[in-house]
Each structure stands twice: as C-alpha cells, then as structure tokens.
C-alpha cells in the first residue's frame, strides 16, 4: 500500500484521484513540522503546497520517502540537491496556474495605467473627475520580462493582443517564440517602459531589482512583481518611486512574507509609504490563485503522480 501525507490543503480531486489508483491518503494540515518529522517515515509521498520547508534534515528521517509533490511552482522551501541525492521524486505544477499569473499581471498593470482603483473610490464618494483619471496606455510601451519559464511566456501571450513590443531576457538561450523576444539583460534595461519579475527564487535572484538594477534602467519605468516578495529590495523601490525613476509599481508579493506566504503587515517605514500611493497596486500573493488555477495545479500533480506509478517507480 502506498501512503500519501498532505499537509496542506488542495483541491479534493486530487485526493480523489489518488484514492482512485488505490493509494491510502493521509491528510494533516495542522501537525508541526516537528510533530510530522516524527511521522515522515511511515510515509511514500508528501504533498505540500508552502507550509513549511523541507530540510536536510527533515529528508534524512523520510525513509521511505519516493516523492514529494508541490502543488505550485517555485521549489525554494525544499532541498532539492538533498531529495535526489536520497532517490526522492520532487514534483512541481508551474503550468498549473501559469496562465492565472499572466492574467493577473496584465490585470494590475492596466488597473494601474488606468488608475480604475483611484476612480473607482473616488466615484464611490460622489467624487467625478475625469481629467483627474486620464489613463496611460499600453500601446506603444516596450514590456520587458525577466524569466521565460512559465509564467514569463504566459504573460508574453496575454499580450500579444495588445500594440506593444515584448522582450525578455532568460538564462538560457535560444528560446525566443512568437510572443517574445530575446535580448540581453542591458538590451531590455535599454529598451523597457515595463519590466515585469518571473524568476525562480535562488541566491542569484534574491534582491534582484535593487538600487544598481534601477540605475541601469535608461528610461523611468513600471516595475510588476508576481513571482517573490525578496526579489525585490522595496527600500530601493521606494527611493526609485521618490525620485520618479520608478513610474509605478504592481507588487502581488512582499519582501516581508514568510516562506508560507504569509506577510506580516506590521507598521513599517516602507509599508507607510508604499499603501499610501496611488501609483502603487498591492495585492496579496493571489496572481496564480484563481478558481480555475486552484482545480488545474491539483489535476497536474495527479498526472505526474501516476506517470510515476505507471513507470513502476512507487511499485
């Protein structure tokens, strides 16, 4: 018999699904880290989404382990180096809610371009002022995306529907397609009116955007952040946003969240200034949690789940 733990919570078809294949589900969303290290070994696969990072250590007691499946994207609260090294599986769901994260970022870029947030209250109030809310558009605008995995290309094709030039820059090489473009780092920090944040959190993108990032952009420009909170030295955005180098900025993640995307808004200097500015939209770590991203992020671990059991790998 396979066991299952889920330590999070997650659609119900995916605890269907692997009921389906005759798996036996455990599911603990409670227990301490602590509590189900004690646990861990009696178990063949985890699923977990953020509550708590998987160390070393914590693998080192998983004897039994052979998979960990992440209901997401990003990996960085779990030793990936250490789980191969011990034979564990580690899956992830990027194409999930991929598509989710592409909209939400074209959403908050036009509401900001457009200041809906700011006419809206102000209408709310009996407040008409038209000129007051004149718009900028898009068209025209030269959007710059750093990271073409999933989410970069994502965003690249909502928009394609739309006058504008869109380049990124990547890692690897070679994958320009019909939504974007490839440049260098300096082509991009040249040519963006936009630049919007889709990297994996690691030690080279942690604090990417920073006050040397900002420099080197040669036009003031809209910065989008929809990927984590840390890539972004909001103290250094703030004297950007001050001195007009920074247009505006759409921020969906927080320097200050936990590894579980909590945050913990707390009085501060730069959460004063940053809720108080109308070129700034802040949401709460919601641009892959749709409806529909919360069914599909499920469904793909399922599929990756029993390709591992249909190759004999948890027989």
Same mark, same amino acid.
């Given at each position: 018999?396979?066991?299952?733990?889920?330590?999070?919570?997650?659609?119900?078809?995916?605890?269907?699904?692997?009921?389906?294949?005759?798996?036996?589900?455990?599911?603990?969303?409670?227990?301490?880290?602590?509590?189900?290290?004690?646990?861990?070994?009696?178990?063949?696969?985890?699923?977990?989404?953020?509550?708590?990072?998987?160390?070393?250590?914590?693998?080192?007691?998983?004897?039994?382990?052979?998979?960990? $499946?992440? =209901?997401? *994207?990003?990996?960085?609260?779990? #030793?990936?180096? %250490?789980?191969?090294?011990?034979?564990? /599986?580690?899956? &992830?769901?990027?194409?999930?809610?991929?598509?989710?994260?592409?909209?939400?970022?074209?959403?908050?870029?036009?509401?900001?371009?457009?200041?809906?947030?700011?006419?809206?209250?102000?209408?709310?109030?009996?407040?008409?002022?038209?000129?007051?809310?004149?718009?900028?558009?898009?068209?025209?605008?030269?959007?710059?995306?750093?990271?073409?995995?999933?989410?970069?290309?994502?965003?690249?094709?909502?928009?394609?529907?739309?006058?504008?030039?869109?380049?990124?820059?990547?890692?690897?090489?070679?994958?320009?397609?019909?939504?974007?473009?490839?440049?260098?780092?300096?082509?991009?920090?040249?040519? $963006?009116? =936009?630049? *919007?944040?889709?990297?994996?959190? #690691?030690?080279? %993108?942690?604090?990417?955007?920073?006050? /040397?990032?900002? &420099?080197?952009?040669?036009?003031?420009?809209?910065?989008?952040?929809?990927?984590?909170?840390?890539?972004?030295?909001?103290?250094?955005?703030?004297?950007?946003?001050?001195?007009?180098?920074?247009?505006?900025?759409?921020?969906?993640?927080?320097?200050?969240?936990?590894?579980?995307?909590?945050?913990?808004?707390?009085?501060?200097?730069?959460?004063?200034?940053?809720?108080?500015?109308?070129?700034?939209?802040?949401?709460?770590?919601?641009?892959?949690?749709?409806?529909?991203?919360?069914?599909?992020?499920?469904?793909?671990?399922?599929?990756?789940?029993?390709?591992?059991?249909?190759?004999?790998?948890?027989?």
């Amino acid at each position: 018999m396979i066991r299952i733990l889920h330590v999070d919570t997650n659609h119900p078809s995916l605890v269907e699904g692997l009921d389906n294949l005759g798996f036996e589900n455990t599911i603990n969303t409670t227990a301490s880290k602590e509590k189900i290290e004690e646990d861990i070994h009696l178990f063949h696969g985890l699923v977990i989404r953020s509550r708590f990072t998987i160390d070393s250590h914590f693998l080192n007691k998983a004897k039994n382990l052979r998979f960990i $499946a992440r =209901v997401g *994207s990003g990996l960085e609260n779990i #030793d990936v180096k %250490t789980a191969k090294k011990l034979g564990v /599986a580690v899956l &992830s769901a990027p194409e999930g809610n991929s598509p989710a994260v592409g909209e939400h970022a074209l959403g908050m870029l036009l509401s900001l371009f457009n200041k809906i947030p700011k006419a809206d209250a102000e209408v709310r109030k009996g407040i008409w002022q038209r000129e007051a809310n004149r718009g900028e558009a898009l068209d025209g605008k030269t959007v710059g995306i750093i990271g073409y995995g999933h989410t970069g290309k994502q965003f690249a094709k909502k928009l394609s529907g739309f006058d504008v030039e869109v380049v990124f820059h990547d890692i690897l090489s070679g994958i320009s397609d019909s939504f974007g473009k490839q440049v260098s780092l300096e082509t991009l920090q040249e040519k $963006a009116d =936009v630049v *919007s944040l889709h990297l994996p959190l #690691d030690n080279t %993108t942690q604090g990417y955007v920073d006050a /040397a990032f900002i &420099s080197k952009m040669k036009k003031p420009f809209w910065l989008i952040n929809t990927a984590r909170g840390n890539q972004v030295v909001l103290s250094d955005v703030i004297i950007g946003l001050k001195n007009g180098t920074i247009k505006g900025a759409c921020l969906d993640v927080l320097e200050m969240e936990t590894t579980a995307f909590d945050a913990t808004l707390t009085p501060s200097e730069a959460w004063d200034y940053l809720s108080q500015q109308r070129n700034v939209l802040l949401t709460p770590h919601v641009a892959g949690w749709t409806v529909q991203s919360h069914i599909q992020l499920s469904e793909v671990i399922l599929k990756k789940i029993k390709q591992l059991y249909n190759e004999g790998y948890l027989k």
